[in-house]
């Protein structure tokens, strides 16, 4: 084959990998324009037209400077083949590829990997990644002397460039417009989005060691409580991926809440919203002093959080961990993982359930005679496998989606299976509750709020990690509930038609640090009394 074609220069196969990338890889890329400029009119077709040429131009640019003698195919090699798996997880799920996808992503367990590679993505690589490659390495190609190679390269760039800035003046005011207004289309192009992203989160994972910032160093119990109470004991549900709008306590036509809705007294928060929209982000931010707009998720690892000052208060703090681990926030408080538990009670080959978590809380909860906070981290309603998160007796919803290939089902079934998980959640609440209220020699609550919540179809997207800027609700918005025993009622002075009335207001992730050190008498200089939820409705 390569004796009947003629050998190409580097400049043109860098071209033509180009055309390929724009034409093969960058479906998501055009979906979201051709939704933006709507009826295909002539502006339409103009501005498709500069964008072509623009996004062409641009990846042009950067592969001229990556095809060079020996190691010019085995990039474009790599390129291709990641490129095609990237491709695959923008058009099957609907997802964005920034900094946090790539944390989110290198984060993610074995489990929760092995529920998204599937045949289509294997058989998508080997197609939309190989045959691109099979055609790189039969094409001949020749290269120039050194010299007039690199001179001839300088000249092919600085084209590239000329065109690249020609479009952009060409068409400035509509794409000055069309960026400003959807800047999640640069989260949109490939390859350029994950190599930036990819980039840029090495970069923070391997910055220079910083020491640990220690905060709330002045933090002590007060005294609050009357002396003599029994001891205080918070449990602090994470849940994963939940949806507000699929909790029948906040509206939603279907019973997936029947065992919470029997709890006298439970708080139910229907305006609720997390900090990130997916879990290395929305847990290190839930436990953080620093409100979202001020978080930083590489930076939270250097510095203290809610768990700490409640440890140095002297409370008795520990995480128990059913999901993906803790994202750093556990680091220095006792810590159970048991997601990768063997017990066939609560466990099969791949995960556990998390009924694995009330058993361990049993083992926490007895003989406890001092104040505690014990941190429950739920697999809760993780996708895109939604049918592996609950055992079968809470399939109340069916059909059931049984794939994680979510194309393969019908919304619907979609929906019964994430459902299913919420049904699930909702016994597990309440049977945490339901320990609690067993225990008369403890003054028991309980707080639940998911991590994020979860895309299920709406305008073609799934699963989550969107970048926040750009996030549908459908991952923002969380469900919220709060549970508290008359001991603790009585002894901390609150009162229940209070708390149901402030329940109405809107909250976030951002009152979890102080409404829990209002909760556990913990004083602060850093304690912000008007973002804990419970100030109002305690009366010392």
């Known amino acids: 084959m390569k004796k009947l074609l003629r050998p190409a220069r580097a400049e ?3 071209l033509g990998a180009a055309l390929l990338f724009v034409l093969l890889f960058n479906l998501p890329f055009w979906q979201r324009m051709l939704h933006i400029v709507g009826p295909l009119d002539g502006h339409a077709v103009k501005m498709l037209g500069l964008s072509f040429v623009l996004v ?3 990846i042009n640019l950067l592969l001229l400077l990556l095809v060079w003698p020996r190691i010019g195919r085995p990039l474009l090699t790599v390129l291709f083949v990641t490129t095609a798996a990237v491709s695959y997880f923008m058009s099957q799920y609907g997802v964005l590829i920034d900094t946090n996808m790539v944390r989110n992503a290198m984060q993610t367990d074995g489990a929760e990997v092995r529920d998204l590679i599937t045949l289509k993505m294997v058989l998508t690589v080997l197609l939309l990644g190989g045959l691109p490659s099979l055609w790189l390495w039969q094409a001949p190609l020749s290269f120039r002397p050194a010299l007039r190679e690199v001179g001839s390269r300088v000249l092919a760039l600085l084209i590239t460039a000329g065109v690249l800035f020609g479009v952009a003046m060409a068409g400035y005011q509509d794409f000055a417009s069309l960026f400003r207004n959807n800047r999640e289309l640069r989260f949109a192009i490939t390859p350029t989005n994950y ?6 989160y090495f970069k923070r994972v391997n910055a220079k060691a910083q020491p640990l910032q220690q905060i709330g160093l002045d933090a002590k119990r007060g005294q609050g409580w009357p002396q003599g109470s029994k001891p205080r004991v918070l449990v602090l549900v994470v849940g994963e991926t939940a949806r507000a709008d699929h909790f029948s306590l906040n509206g939603y036509p279907r019973p997936t809440n029947p065992e919470l809705a029997k709890v006298p007294g439970l708080v139910n928060y229907p305006d609720a919203w997390s900090c990130g929209t997916e879990t290395a982000v929305s847990v290190p931010c839930m436990f953080s002093a620093l409100p979202r707009d001020k978080f930083d998720a590489d930076e939270a690892k250097h510095r203290e959080n809610l768990l700490d000052i409640l440890k140095r208060s002297g409370l008795a703090v520990s995480w128990l961990d059913n ?3 803790c994202k750093e926030v556990c680091n220095r408080v006792p810590t159970q993982l048991l997601f990768g538990a063997k017990d066939p009670k609560f466990c099969n080959s791949e995960e556990c359930f998390d009924d694995i978590l009330l058993d361990a809380l049993d083992g926490k909860l007895k003989g406890l005679q001092q104040d505690a906070v014990i941190v429950l981290h739920q697999k809760g309603s ?4 939604y049918y592996k998160r609950y055992p079968q007796q809470f399939a109340a919803f069916q059909p059931e989606c049984r794939s994680s290939e979510l194309q393969k089902c019908s919304r619907q079934d979609i929906i019964n299976g994430f459902d299913n998980t919420i049904r699930y959640t909702d ?3 309440a049977q945490v509750i339901k320990r609690l209220q067993q225990r008369q020699d403890i003054a028991g609550s309980m707080f639940y709020l998911s991590d994020h919540g979860e895309s299920l179809g709406e305008n073609n997207m799934y ?5 926040y800027i750009v996030a549908p609700d459908a991952q923002k918005h969380i469900p919220m509930l709060a549970w508290f025993s008359p001991q603790w009622l009585s002894a901390a002075n609150m009162q229940p038609q209070c708390l149901q009335q402030a329940s109405r207001q809107r909250y976030s992730q951002d009152n979890l640090f102080h409404s829990v050190l209002g909760l ?3 004083h602060t200089a850093l304690y912000e009394q008007p973002l804990d939820m419970y100030a109002a409705c305690r009366q010392h």
């Open 56 to 58: 062409t131009a641009f």
């Open 12 to 14: 043109w196969l860098a």
């Open 520 to 522: 556990m008498d913990v």
């Open 427 to 429: 016994y597990f609440l």
């Open 323 to 325: 999901n993906s681990g």
């Open 463 to 467: 699963l989550h990690a969107t970048p």
């Open 195 to 200: 190599l930036q992203a990819t980039s840029s």
């Open 382 to 385: 993780h996708g895109p496998a």
